[in-house]
């Protein structure tokens, strides 16, 4: 890696760190968990799930820009993930799942109070992610780094405003 390039890896694995990653509980929780439909719940446990392994994508792409001699496949493997599971995102938050329906979820209201708003963040996660991904599988390091930084910026927008705090 060029001694350029391991200035903005090192920062860029600060941001990634704090937009991707990290999750939600999934479990129902308290009484009202008793009366959610099953499906729903399976729901909830996919978009945990998925979203678990899209931050730990992420970190994979972080992890290899910061290596020496990043492997190049293992980008674009994680990339072609993230691009995939992006798609599904905005199906994965169904009337039923949110914390005023008895489930434990770091997702907050204000996914099923501003949909619009939460659809145009998804819509913001989804271009990203098709980003990365060209970038990724031409292979262009520069290009890929502008594209982990956009995609990480999409991660955050949505946290931000759609997820409690991890504390």
């Known amino acids: 890696m060029t001694a350029i390039w391991k200035p903005f890896a090192a920062g860029l694995s600060l941001l990634a760190l704090a937009a991707c990653g990290g999750g939600e509980d999934g479990a129902p ?34 992890d290899e820009l910061k290596a020496g001699d990043p492997d190049l496949e293992a980008i674009q493997t994680a990339a072609a993930y993230i691009e995939e599971q992006s798609t599904k995102v905005g199906d994965w938050f169904p009337d039923g799942t949110s914390p005023a329906d008895g489930v434990d979820t770091d997702a907050l209201a204000t996914i099923w109070e501003r949909p619009d708003d939460f659809a145009d963040a998804v819509a913001q996660f989804e271009t990203a992610a098709a980003s990365l991904n060209a970038a990724a599988q031409s292979g262009d390091m520069s290009a890929l780094g502008g594209a982990v930084q956009e995609t990480g910026g999409a991660c955050k927008n949505c946290h931000d405003d759609f997820r409690a705090d991890d504390d």
């Open 29 to 62: 929780g308290g009484d009202a968990a008793a009366n959610i439909d099953p499906a729903l719940l399976e729901i909830v446990e996919t978009r945990h799930e998925t979203m678990e392994e899209i931050g730990d994508s992420f970190k994979t792409i972080r």
